[in-house]
């Protein structure tokens, strides 16, 4: 009985995976998995040329990184004129503040050959500074966990599983096609049980792929010396880190919009419900913020993201910390709810019901 109900799994499988791949109306998802890929695969073109660059200017424009690091705000542009010379770049316009008020400002851009350094002068002061350095791994590691963890999980993996899961009954039901399923002699938990493993299965191969490809992207601006000294110092451990995170999260957010397109006639409603609810874990209670898959993911990621930096200072006010629960307890919190949440749709599917003219 075992091997019969196996063999009927597989062959849902086998019969979900060609139209889960193949879905014209699921070609987005191959985009908002590629979207990042394309980034990190631009800003590995783009550093290298950035580099050569400031060689050239540096060539034409020695400036002495002593003498550049010296500069503190508050100088006068003629204190840093007579320091550093003439910039590769200048650029001076004026701010009206009155009728007959104008506040100057000026813009000059120095480089050492390897860092761009950015003046920023108002009325004759130098008000800011911003320096922009070589890529370097551990930086770019930061980056990258930053976007993996703000955009990736939070909305490619998110609305990927929204558009694969939802649509194993909800998008049969709108074809009509589903009643074929429930004519033949499958149980229904088995049907259940065998087109989540499918979507499970397309997911985790489309995002595990372009976290993969993300990594690559990362990796190709750097030399085999760079690589090979970040994988022996513990990169392959990020690495399978990262794979292992995004195939976990297709495990926790599948099985809910399985459930919602079993258990909800319009079930954008309770995915919409579910992305507010997980991108606001930020500013949640520590307590509440165990209650979101979004914190377990999270607690797994090998490197702490950046700070949100660019919120508003309200927002950023708003912002709860708390402590990660451990990489046990959090696949341990996201494999049983997951369960959970599957054999509820099971049960649900014992009583599933077509009716496709009140659908």
Known sequence: MKTFALG????????????????????????????????????????????????????AHPVPAKALNSIQTGMSRQEVLKDLGR?????????????????????????DGRSDFHFFFADGRLRFIRRDDPDTLAKLSVIFATVFQYYYLRLAVFFGCVGVFINLFRGEMLDKSLHFYLLTPVRREVLTVGKYLAGLLATMVIFTASTAL?????????????????????????????????????????????????????????????????????????????????????????????????????LTLLISAAQPASHAAALACVLVFSLAVVAVSCLRARTLEISYGTD
Not at 12 to 28: D, N, P, Q, S
Not at 87 to 99: A, I, K, L
Not at 276 to 304: D, G, M, R
């Open 8 to 59: 009927q799994i597989l062959a849902v499988i086998r019969l979900e995976l060609g139209k889960t791949f193949f879905a014209r109306r699921g070609l987005w998802i191959y985009l908002l998995a590629l979207a990042p890929v394309v980034l990190f695969l631009g800003h590995s073109i783009y550093a290298p040329r950035e580099q050569q660059r400031l060689a050239r200017l540096a060539a």
């Open 87 to 111: 910039p590769y770049f200048q650029r001076t316009w004026r701010h009206r503040r009155g009728p007959r008020r104008f506040r100057e400002h000026v813009f000059y851009a120095y480089t």
């Open 214 to 314: 993300q990594i690559a992207a990362m990796l190709w601006e750097f030399g085999h010396g760079a690589v090979g000294s970040y994988l022996a110092g513990g990169g392959w451990g990020q690495i399978g880190a990262y794979l292992g995170i995004t195939a976990l999260a297709c495990v926790g957010y599948g099985s809910v919009f399985l459930a919602a397109g079993l258990l909800f006639r319009n079930p954008i409603i309770p995915a919409a419900a579910v992305l507010i609810w997980e991108s606001a874990n930020l500013f949640l209670p520590p307590t509440l913020k165990h209650l979101s898959l979004i914190f377990y993911l999270q607690s797994l990621c090998p490197v702490v993201a950046a700070p949100a930096g660019n919120l508003p200072r309200l």
